[in-house]
């Protein structure tokens, strides 16, 4: 998507090879009619394929996310953070490795909110080494729910996130791809 | 708001005198209709004061504020939340302690997102105790911006968060306000 290429040469900064500063339009501040033109781009991208609800991970993927779902008439599940496993029957749990941060989590869904019936877009702001886009997976599957794709806003081309999730035979839809990154440079696939 | 209210009776679950349960479609799973009716709401309580950006708290306020943001064709910024002091000038911090959930955390704010310049209009899910809104108040006022008012989806009318920000000389906004509630049983103001 050029208009997201273009926002992230003029108002990103890769701090170096791995990290890419987007907080003035996608994650601290928030640019509301960037978001507007990227969640119609992936409704239309994933229209006709029978998704029944969209997915995303607290919390720089909700603001794409939400959009995304009023875009497609649909209710949004926003997957939760804790800092440790909680001891609760009533929710799906799965411990995310964040390589990049150097943390553990647990991603916890409640159960109910999807069901086998479910056909689930999950939509996110990045995707690097696929954490939590995999993290996502497991327990919407944990749900018996279907996964029709995973679209993000921006993709870092140079990390296994993509390679992961086709391998898994899922499809991966990013608006922007980072072939490359150094300091003051970005290169798009 | 008599929508949200409904809905609160229909779906919420007061789990005690304290907890309400919104998971079904404010915290956890999101009903995008619902959220941009409640932001249209906001936008037309706020309109003409001449309000420039909205400012909410990760995570469960960005869905209503960033509908809010769009019904008013303004930015959003997001308050982060840090497990504890980060070193680094270029944002502001500030400590909350949260009574209702015991634990403190840093609430944080790059410098430039936010301007003398600015009026500020905070949405927010749940007004309570006030840490998270008194909070953010200090943070814009780090910046030298002013503060139009609080917008929140819901008041627990029985905890003194209301009358810290109005006795501060805050305007706060509701729509809907919890008088009491007890297991099962929820009344409104």
Redesign the interface.
Known sequence: MRLLEERILKDGTAVNEDILRV??FI??????EL??KCAKDFASHFKGMGITKIVTI??SG??PA??T??EMG?????L?KQPSKVLNDDLYQTMITSFTKGTNYELT??KG?ISEKDHVLIIDDFLANGECATGAIRLIRMAHATIAGVGVLIEKNFQPGRSKLTDAGFEVYALARIESMSRDNIIFS
């Open positions: 907080d003035t994650n601290h501040q928030v640019d509301p978001m507007q607290e919390s909700i603001s939400l959009l779902a009023i649909l209710k949004l599940v926003i939760k869904m409640s909110v």
